[in-house]
T-cell receptor, first 109, second 115 residues
Framework: DAKTTQPPSMDCAEGRAANLPCNHS???????VYWYRQIHSQGPQYIIHGLKNNETNEMASLIITEDRKSSTLILPHATLRDTAVYYCIARVFYNDMRFGAGTRLTVKP | DAGVIQSPRHEVTEMGQEVTLRCKPISGHDYLFWYRQTMMRGLELLIYFNNNVPIDDSGMPEDRFSAKMPNASFSTLKIQPSEPRDSAVYFCASITGASAGNEQFFGPGTRLTVL
């Protein structure tokens, strides 16, 4: 399983884009990159996932480098409700998620 | 669908007592997971089932912990006897193997306090 590295914390101004980096330099060719977030003490919430191509959905965009060794989750217009811990996970099977420490994102007014 | 349902939401018990946590996955989901979250250890995968069969229980901390899934709509996580270090939030999650979105849905969690 590829190990992922994320900064422990980040701040972002409300209304601005939040760019959360993740390093997964040992990722294998069949491992997907998943992003989840956890708001306060709620259960984790799926955000997005991708393999090689950049992905976008209603919540966020995922940019994966060409060598797939790192990725960036982009929240285009962060709001106070986006304050949460964001987890980046590299896995082959979606049914075996292992969560690391994540990045604590604080969106400030 | 109501999402993944867990009960109770809060449980306070005394050391040595048996604790049973319950989970109802989303209808049609064939994978079910149990996680534990603490400040010290973060979110840990304890065990997961596929079609009611335990697939990987390597995360179960010790023999005091056991999990069952008697049918597709119900699972339990039991701790007997409970200890103060078992205090944590326990999450249940489910997913369907046929899901194109590969999204794992989590329940609201059970906050367990063992005194």
């Amino acid at each position: 399983d590829a190990k992922t590295t994320q900064p422990p914390s980040m701040d972002c101004a409300e209304g601005r884009a939040a760019n959360l980096p993740c390093n997964h330099s040992t990722i294998s060719g069949n491992e997907y990159v998943y992003w989840y977030r956890q708001i306060h003490s709620q259960g984790p919430q799926y955000i997005i996932h991708g393999l090689k191509n950049n992905e976008t959905n209603e919540m966020a965009s995922l940019i994966i480098t060409e060598d797939r060794k790192s990725s960036t989750l982009i929240l285009p217009h962060a709001t106070l409700r986006d304050t949460a811990v964001y987890y980046c996970i590299a896995r082959v099977f979606y049914n075996d998620m292992r969560f690391g420490a994540g990045t604590r994102l604080t969106v400030k007014p | 669908d109501a999402g993944v349902i867990q009960s109770p939401r809060h449980e306070v018990t005394e050391m040595g007592q048996e604790v049973t946590l319950r989970c109802k996955p989303i209808s049609g989901h064939d994978y079910l997971f149990w996680y534990r979250q603490t400040m010290m250890r973060g979110l840990e995968l304890l065990i997961y089932f596929n079609n009611n069969v335990p697939i990987d229980d390597s995360g179960m901390p010790e023999d005091r912990f056991s999990a069952k899934m008697p049918n597709a709509s119900f699972s339990t996580l039991k701790i007997q006897p409970s200890e103060p270090r078992d205090s944590a939030v326990y999450f249940c999650a489910s997913i369907t193997g046929a899901s194109a979105g590969n999204e794992q849905f989590f329940g609201p969690g059970t906050r367990l306090t063992v005194l």
